[in-house]
């Protein structure tokens, strides 16, 4: 029987170090569940595995888009799931490490079949949005799907959008789609959730950010500042560097409210993993643990 071995848990945690020591025990290629390492221009930012460390293990899933290339989490469920039909071909367990909640809901549970949206229709309401605000899109959301208008974020245009769009596409609500039906997979899948204690991991980022500067951030962001508009730029460590770009934020500034919008993510993250009672949580020094948990889960499936 084929294993997926998922590895998620909030930023900064260490997930890319122990999936190395994983990916090498085993023998095991890494798919990325990143959506922001999918893009080629982002290495620094996204904290991309790096070269060397690619050699040394086959990863997928980064540095294949442009940009200007629209993604979304149905689509990584779809390409996910065919080269990991590839991969099972010659591998008996592959890894998959990210920090992002949806991706690795889509392996793991699958996406809903909310339809895809036609491009007419999506720049539609982005128009409207920039016309007349937030407030008219909650409006007309309250109004075409109340029972979603509770639960989504109203704060988080992209969210309230993409509800409206498919409210407008199919005449029916957004929330008529969200089954939440867990989708049978043709291999086992066993997810070890990294994380650490509160302070540790605030810590480790605050590090790693002014690692990220020092590795040259900062040139990044600049040399994609023409495309701030696009949805892959709206992410944290571009968005604080846009502003100090545009004069409203010093460097440090703009540094201090990186590392804590990051650290303000890891916990929604954290948030999100753990109302997955599937995940088995560790610290990932505790390779140990870690290794004998995986051990005894697979012989549990070799079992049945």
Avoid at 54 to 75: C, F, K, N, P
Avoid at 125 to 140: I, T, V
Avoid at 191 to 198: A, M, N
């Amino acid at each position: 029987m084929n294993v997926l071995l998922v590895l998620p848990g909030p930023t900064g945690a260490g997930k890319t170090e122990l999936s190395l020591h994983l990916a090498g025990t085993f023998g095991a290629p890494v798919i990325s569940a990143d959506s922001r390492q999918l893009y080629r221009d982002l290495p620094v930012g996204t904290a991309a595995p790096s070269p060397e460390q690619q050699a040394r293990v086959r990863h997928y899933m980064v540095g294949t888009l442009a940009l200007e290339d629209y993604y979304s989490a149905s689509r990584f469920e779809e390409e996910a799931l065919a080269l990991l039909k590839e991969l099972f071909a010659t591998h008996a367990i592959v890894l998959m490490t990210g920090g992002s909640m949806m991706y690795i809901d889509a392996i793991c549970k699958g996406l809903d079949e909310i339809p895809t949206v036609t491009p007419d229709i999506r720049q539609a309401l982005w128009a409207q949005y920039e016309r007349e605000g937030l407030a008219s899109l909650l409006k007309e959301l309250k109004a075409a799907d109340p029972v979603h208008y509770q639960k989504v974020d109203r704060m988080n245009r992209k969210r309230v959008i993409h509800a409206l769009e498919i409210c407008r596409m199919t005449g029916q609500p957004y929330s008529s789609f969200c089954t939440r039906t867990v989708r049978e997979r043709p291999f086992r899948i066993i997810q070890v959730g990294l994380t650490r204690p509160r302070e540790e991991l605030y810590e480790r980022i605050n590090r790693r950010v002014d690692r990220m500067v020092a590795d040259g951030l900062v040139d990044e962001a600049r040399r994609v500042y023409p495309f701030r508009h696009l949805n892959a730029l709206n992410t944290v460590g571009y968005k604080e560097l846009f502003r100090h770009f545009d004069g409203e934020w010093s460097l440090e500034e703009a540094v201090e409210k990186i590392k804590r919008n990051t650290r303000v993510y890891a916990r929604k993250q954290m948030t999100w993993f753990k109302r997955d009672k599937s995940i088995e949580w560790f610290h990932p020094d505790d390779k140990t643990a870690i290794l004998t948990h995986i051990e005894q889960a697979m012989g549990n499936i070799t079992h049945h």
